[in-house]
């Protein structure tokens, strides 16, 4: 029986944006990740929690998730006789958030289609008009 | 006491990215939006669930939570006597998104210092260079 739709069926996970690896897309962690990598050297943990605005808790514990997936190294030390918690993205975290970062910039180029032209919009439409609007 | 840091403190809140709304920002309800946003025409159930790779459960409840907060519409109705459901973005949602949308603009840019020039490095890295790197 033939389908009129066949060819219209919409693009199998056009939308699902894999890419966007939880570990990093979480909020925190992906400013935490922002901060290092833009960052020419460590940054102090107090520095961190100030940039990021998180309590000690919170910035605790999203380091322990990037150091457990080995994205953040961190490193204890001491300045002018005080404990000092140094932190750097590693060359392994540096490598994912590239990743991130396509997949987040996919988004945008899908998004620009809303206020857009015609043009611009069927770019990022290229599945349906499956289906009437409704009555 | 003078501080000798003390014109070099990190800019509170700079990479906190509060703007990053948890309700759109989760992966599958950033996908969802997306597409509803960028299409032209209310999007079926079965299509959102190809489009975002959900599956019916996922995707009914991420719908829930974003018709809670009525960023989506859904209306049941029918297509060729069969049941069919139709999703929305409302206006409330689409403002919501666009506001998102331009805190993801940031990071982006944030992020474009990485590969950049010492010029982008510079206006992305406000903070510090209050420490030395680890000897």
Excluded: W
């Excluded at 996970?13 to 690896?21: E, H, K, N, P, V």
């Excluded at 996919?106 to 998004?111: C, F, I, P, R, S």
């Amino acid at each position: 029986m033939p389908n009129e739709h066949a060819n219209r069926r919409p693009a199998q996970g056009r939308f699902a944006y894999q890419g966007l690896d939880r570990v990093i897309h979480e909020r925190a962690r992906l400013g935490l990740l922002t901060t290092l990598i833009t960052a020419s050297a460590p940054v102090a943990f107090n520095d961190l929690k100030q940039l990021c605005t998180l309590t000690d808790g919170n910035l605790s514990r999203h380091l322990k998730v990037l150091e457990d997936e080995q994205l953040v190294a961190i490193e204890k030390g001491t300045d002018h006789n005080r404990p000092l918690t140094l932190c750097r993205i590693t060359p392994r975290g540096r490598i994912r958030y590239l990743e991130y970062l396509s997949t987040l910039e996919q988004v945008l180029k899908d998004a620009a289609a809303i206020a857009g032209t015609g043009e611009e919009e069927k770019s990022a439409d290229p599945f349906l008009r499956l289906r009437p609007a409704t009555q």
